[in-house]
Structures are given as structure tokens and as C-alpha cells.
């Protein structure tokens, strides 16, 4: 017996932000072209995305409320389960920041898939899937299901077409914001909270820990800082450089103690109680040219975990 596939192309995405920069994150995948599949049985069977997206991620994932178009990664078809898995940048990651992408071709250890479908998230987010339908067939077959998924991404993610994807590589990510006043650190109220500092101190000393695919954060070029009282306007003439100081081990966003490299001296003298500065650092790595976080596409949180609050 054989089957046709027909992959529809999915609807234009329009991306609102109030910034120019930066250039959207570049997904490799674009370029595959829509186009009517034929495969047989076999091609059905295993480890291929077809096979995957038909006996898992359809009827276990694209559940109404769940991946079916609410959020990402979205299920509801072969071409947008690839296009939203492979490569693409995870929103929430593990207490030690460990994971840059949903799915890493030929790394299935390094894929948060993996992660999400085996570990509970922080102790509190809970094991993928999170509910099944009553007539789910996931309890029985999930040991094959999920060999059959790691088999995949380690055979480096095949597209619809039967191609491996373009190597990627991802732009720097953030693992800690800390700031001394003076010798002591400033508090925050929570995790993604404003960190708060007194009003007219002399001096901040802020520091950042990041994370590279392809090398060490120490290594990072182009390196500055910018503050403003608006998340989402920032002046491009109050660029100032970052330093790469000597390293510092601290606590990081996920928990974990990470290596802080880059720091900046601010003057905080004429701030008042009450003022709220947000701040962002934009940095370049080999094919990443002048990468900003937060950034325009960053999630309000994040933005907060960089802003500061006088007292």
C-alpha cells in the first residue's frame, strides 16, 4: 500500500517589536520547499519524522490547549513539528542553563526534547507529556517511541525531503546577572525579579555569565552595554564597552554556580528612589554579529531579570 503525504505550507508569522535590532535568530530550515512526499510503509515505520510525527507528537503532543498551534513547538503537522523542533532556541531551560536548542542534530544529550520527555523540569514542570488522551497508546509504546526519537535526532534530524539540516549556530545566552554594591551583593524580591539597589550609591559593579555553542564566553566579541528607562528603547549612541574582568564564580538564573567574564562599572550617583533602569548587553560571536539580551523577541521576564530598581 502506499501513501501520500502532502506537506501545506504553513501561514506567515508577523513578528512585532519595538526595536530595529537584532535581526531575528536565522532558522536554517527555511528553505525547504512544500511538496507532495511519497513513501510506503516502511518509510512510515521507525525513526523517520513522518513515522514520529504520526505515532507521537500528533496524537500525544497536539492536544487541544497543548502543542497544537498554542504555543510552540507546534505539532499539528510534519513540517511545523520540524521547523519548530529542529534548531530553535528553548524558553525555559534546566536549574544549570544546560540546553540552546529543542532539538541538536546528532546530539540527542544536548536536545531539550529529550530532557522535557524524561526529566522533570526543575522539580516542578513535570515529565512531557503532561496528559494523555483516554485512549492513549503513549504508556505502552513510549520506550520504543522515544528510542526511535533519539535515534532520529542522532542520525541528525532528516527532514520531510530526506535531507540533514544545515549546521547551526546559535547566538550567546545568558546564565547569570549579579551586581555588587560594593562588597555585598544586591537582592532580588524573586528569580526573574529587578535586582534592588540603594539610591545614590557611588557605584555598581554588574556582571554577566554567558554561554557559547562554539567556544568560550571569554571569547565573545564586540562586547557593550546599554541602559534606558524603556525595556523596549534603548539610545544606539549610549553604547558603552563591556570588560572581560577576571572570572568569578557565582550563582547563576538556573541555580547552578557559573562562570561571570563580563563586567561593567556604572555610575549610579545620580539615581534617585524610585528609578527603574533597564540594561542590556550585546555581544558578537562567529556568525551572531552583534547579538543583544534581552532583545526585542525576549520574553518581558527577562527583561525585568536585567533591570535594576533604586530604593
Known amino acids: 500500500m502506499r501513501l501520500i503525504a502532502v506537506i501545506w505550507p504553513l501561514g506567515a508569522c508577523l513578528l512585532l517589536g519595538c526595536e530595529p535590532e537584532p535581526k531575528p535568530i536565522p532558522n536554517p530550515y527555511d528553505k525547504l520547499k512544500d511538496s507532495a512526499v511519497v513513501f510506503n510503509d516502511t518509510f512510515m515505520s521507525g525513526s ?51 540546553f540552546q536548542a529543542r532539538v541538536v542534530p546528532g546530539s540527542a544529550s544536548a536536545s531539550m526534547l529529550m530532557y522535557r520527555l524524561t526529566t522533570d523540569l526543575g522539580g516542578n514542570s513535570g515529565i512531557m507529556p503532561l496528559a494523555l488522551e483516554p485512549d492513549s497508546k503513549y504508556p505502552i509504546q513510549k520506550d520504543s517511541l522515544l528510542a526511535d526519537l533519539r535515534r532520529w ?53 554588574l556582571w554577566f555569565a554567558l554561554a557559547d555553542d562554539n567556544g568560550p564566553a571569554s571569547q565573545l566579541k564586540n562586547g557593550t552595554i546599554n541602559w534606558s528607562t524603556d525595556p523596549n528603547s534603548y539610545d544606539s549612541q549610549n553604547e558603552h564597552p563591556l570588560v572581560a574582568g577576571t572570572p568569578l564564580q557565582m550563582k547563576g538564573l538556573f541555580g547552578a554556580v557559573v562562570t561571570y567574564d563580563w563586567h561593567y562599572v556604572f555610575n549610579a550617583s545620580s539615581q534617585i528612589a524610585d528609578d ?36
Open 48 to 98: 523517520s519524522i513522518q513515522a514520529l510525527h504520526s505515532r507521537l507528537f500528533e496524537p500525544t503532543c497536539a492536544n487541544s490547549g497543548c502543542h497544537d498551534g498554542n504555543f510552540e513547538p507546534d505539532f499539528r503537522t510534519v513540517e511545523s513539528t520540524y521547523r519548530s523542533l529542529v534548531g530553535q532556541p528553548v524558553i525555559k531551560n534546566d536549574p544549570g542553563g544546560t
Open 153 to 205: 535526532i542522532e542520525q541528525g534530524c532528516v527532514s520531510m525531503s530526506g535531507q540533514k539540516p544545515d549546521p547551526v549556530d546559535f547566538p550567546p545566552t545568558i546564565l547569570g546577572v549579579q551586581v555588587f554594591q560594593g562588597a555585598n551583593l544586591l537582592p532580588r524580591n524573586g528569580v526573574y525579579e529587578a535586582l534592588n539597589a540603594s539610591a545614590g550609591a557611588p557605584s555598581l559593579d
Open 276 to 311: 527603574v533602569l533597564w540594561f542590556r548587553i550585546t555581544l558578537s560571536d562567529a556568525s551572531n554579529e552583534n547579538y543583544s539580551i534581552p532583545n526585542a523577541n525576549s520574553m518581558f521576564f527577562m527583561k525585568k531579570y536585567f533591570a535594576i530598581r533604586f530604593k
